[in-house]
């Protein structure tokens, strides 16, 4: 049973890099940065070890070493995740990747929308519902939840003030970063 764990483990995070939920690995790997010509530029160059214009499965694999040693992955199993990269990122299947397949699936993993974030928003948004769609249902809430609507009432202050102070300043600091 332990055996399998472990092998279920190892191929959940072989498929790590490929999975859209995990692009941050892949960022991480790559070194992207902030996505800058010259940041996609340097990783491009910083992974194409023999200067070929061209990267090709053993220089991603060496690429990927180090994610694999952190998760315990076997040779075979780092093969399988650089074959993954590769079908997923080789438009013109030729086995390995030129400066602009590079650059322009760099770029579209850079504007890539995380999954979760459409059931965040959708929880934002019925967080900030008007009072005008909530008070009608207020005495059925607060009876639901066995409080008072003092108690209502000073819970949904304390999370608008605490979006307020944080929530906004935060999305400014993380769009200048």
């Given at each position: 049973?332990?055996?399998?764990?472990?092998?279920?483990?190892?191929?959940?995070?072989?498929?790590?890099?490929?999975?859209?939920?995990?692009?941050h690995?892949?960022?991480?790997?790559?070194?992207?940065?902030m996505?800058?010509?010259?940041?996609?530029?340097?990783?491009?160059?910083?992974?194409?070890?023999?200067?070929n214009?061209?990267?090709?499965?053993?220089?991603?694999?060496?690429?990927?070493?180090?994610f694999?040693?952190?998760?315990?992955?076997?040779?075979?199993?780092?093969?399988?995740?650089?074959?993954?990269?590769?079908?997923?990122w080789?438009?013109d299947?030729s086995?390995?990747?030129?400066?602009?397949?590079?650059?322009?699936?760099?770029?579209?993993?850079?504007?890539?929308?995380?999954?979760?974030i459409?059931?965040?928003?959708a929880c934002?948004f019925l967080?900030?519902?008007?009072?005008?769609i909530i008070?009608?249902?207020?005495?059925?809430?607060?009876?639901?939840?066995?409080?008072?609507?003092?108690?209502?009432?000073?819970?949904?202050?304390?999370m608008?003030?605490?979006?307020?102070?944080?929530?906004?300043?935060?999305?400014?600091?993380v769009d200048?970063?």
């Amino acid at each position: 049973r332990r055996a399998q764990a472990t092998l279920a483990r190892r191929a959940l995070s072989a498929q790590l890099l490929v999975s859209p939920y995990n692009n941050h690995h892949l960022i991480s790997t790559l070194q992207l940065g902030m996505f800058t010509d010259k940041d996609i530029d340097d990783a491009f160059s910083r992974i194409d070890a023999d200067s070929n214009k061209r990267i090709c499965r053993d220089e991603l694999q060496a690429v990927f070493r180090d994610f694999a040693a952190k998760r315990g992955l076997s040779e075979e199993e780092l093969a399988k995740t650089v074959d993954a990269f590769i079908a997923k990122w080789d438009e013109d299947k030729s086995g390995d990747l030129c400066r602009e397949e590079f650059r322009r699936l760099a770029i579209s993993l850079g504007e890539q929308v995380h999954p979760v974030i459409y059931q965040l928003s959708a929880c934002v948004f019925l967080m900030c519902v008007p009072f005008g769609i909530i008070v009608p249902f207020e005495p059925t809430l607060v009876a639901g939840l066995g409080i008072t609507a003092a108690q209502f009432g000073a819970a949904q202050g304390a999370m608008f003030v605490t979006k307020f102070l944080f929530n906004i300043p935060i999305t400014d600091v993380v769009d200048r970063v």
